[in-house]
Nanobody, 127 residues
Framework: QVHLLESGGGSEQSGGSRRISCVHSGLPSSVHCMAWFRQAPGKEREGVAAIDSNGRTTYADSVKGRFTISQDNDDKPCYLQMNSLTPEDTAMYYC?????????????????????WGQGTQVTVSS
């Protein structure tokens, strides 16, 4: 059985930093890509960052230069280091996984391509 479990969410002041984590188990060997998505109240789910088994990464324009996704290897947790947080980063953050490497096109952060999801961890940034 597949499990993805996020942790590390909480409240931060604007300009602060936080690292959230995703531990996982049971993922099939075909999984090559881990990603973070977020969803704010009243908004659609948004792809934030993704990393594949080759260590390549991609980011949404809204977080480039501020967020860093990392994973030491396929068996290790996936992390999202978030710096220079703003109230616009307030959302539920979800960890997700899918087969296949990054292709560096618009579909890399397309949520419908991800078949495995965690329950989410809330990040709230106050001004």
């Amino acid at each position: 059985q597949v499990h993805l479990l996020e942790s590390g969410g909480g409240s931060e002041q604007s300009g602060g930093s936080r690292r959230i984590s995703c531990v996982h188990s049971g993922l099939p060997s075909s999984v090559h890509c881990m990603a973070w998505f977020r969803q704010a109240p009243g908004k659609e789910r948004e792809g934030v960052a993704a990393i594949d088994s080759n260590g390549r990464t991609t980011y949404a324009d809204s977080v480039k230069g501020r967020f860093t996704i990392s994973q030491d290897n396929d068996d290790k947790p996936c992390y999202l280091q978030m710096n220079s947080l703003t109230p616009e980063d307030t959302a539920m953050y979800y960890c997700a996984a899918r087969a296949g490497p990054l292709m560096f096109n618009a579909y890399d952060l397309y949520d419908k391509h991800f078949g495995f999801w965690g329950q989410g961890t809330q990040v709230t940034v106050s001004s």
